[in-house]
């Protein structure tokens, strides 16, 4: 089996602020992107990196990339204009002999190498589609024009990180299933479809979910860069590369 990490980096980061655009603010002396390359390259299932880039010079990460002698071969495409698209431009560059796609935030550098490869190995086992996620720590209430409207029973809540895994021809499908809803006047807003495995859970496929890792976070505002930072600090103090 061959199984290919798609990574999207085209998001703009509004939460952490302006700047460049997220994947490529640094984070320890590199962008955080190439952490997230790194994170993936490190794990011993992944065969093939694919990055979508921001869409107005995908160019400029193949050069930056190229820059770290360590980083294997990575084909860059332009992403989209969200998300899915992103990932969707990625999905349809793959190889034809790539079986398990794992997609893996570049907003989340320091997802460990075991984790990327405990998610590789619920596909290749036989999940059609897996994600790893984490309990709540705080109380979770349905608020309404600043009105408390109830409690909700979190010990069956989890947060969901990356990255998530699929088998190639289920994720493939349901990313054509979800333009094709859209073509034809839209997706119900509530729940609205943020990450891959929403997208397999509309199409009935079951996700499988496997414990995630507190250092998978997502970098998504300016405290976040900050608990990377220090997270970072620790790992090379512990002689991490
Ligand atoms: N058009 C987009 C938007 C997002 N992403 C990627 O999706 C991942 C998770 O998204 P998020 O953290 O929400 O990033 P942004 O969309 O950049 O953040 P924000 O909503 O704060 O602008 C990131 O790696 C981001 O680069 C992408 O590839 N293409
Ligand atoms: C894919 C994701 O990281 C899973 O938690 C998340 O949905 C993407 O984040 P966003 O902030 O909703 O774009």
Do not use: N
């Amino acid at each position: 089996m061959r199984t290919a990490a798609i990574i999207p980096a085209a998001g703009r980061g509004e939460r952490l602020g302006p700047g460049v655009p997220k994947a490529l603010r640094e984070l320890g002396g590199a962008p955080l992107l190439v952490h997230a390359v790194r994170a993936v390259d490190r794990a011993r299932s992944v065969d093939l990196v694919v990055v979508a880039a921001p869409p107005d010079d995908p160019a400029a990460v193949e050069r930056l990339l190229a820059d770290y002698e360590w980083i294997g071969e990575v084909l860059v495409v332009a992403g989209g204009l969200d998300r899915q698209q992103s990932v969707a431009r990625a999905l349809v560059s793959l190889p034809e002999d790539v079986d398990v796609v794992l997609v893996h935030d570049a907003a989340r550098p320091l997802a460990p190498p075991e984790l990327v490869d405990a998610v590789a190995a619920t596909i290749r086992r036989g999940a059609a589609a897996c994600v790893p996620v984490v309990p709540l720590a705080d109380t979770v209430k349905v608020v309404a024009d600043d009105q408390v409207v109830r409690t909700l029973d979190r010990s069956s809540l989890r947060a969901v990180q990356t990255p998530q895994g699929f088998r190639r021809g289920v994720l493939a499908a349901a990313h054509a299933a979800f333009q094709q809803a859209l073509a034809a006047g839209g997706l119900p807003e509530v729940p609205p479809v943020t990450d891959d495995a929403g997208m397999v859970e509309r199409q009935g496929v079951p996700v499988v979910a496997v414990p995630g890792s507190e250092e998978a976070f997502k970098v998504t505002r300016p405290l976040d860069l900050l608990t990377a930072e220090a997270l970072l600090t620790r790992r090379r103090a512990a002689g991490a590369r």
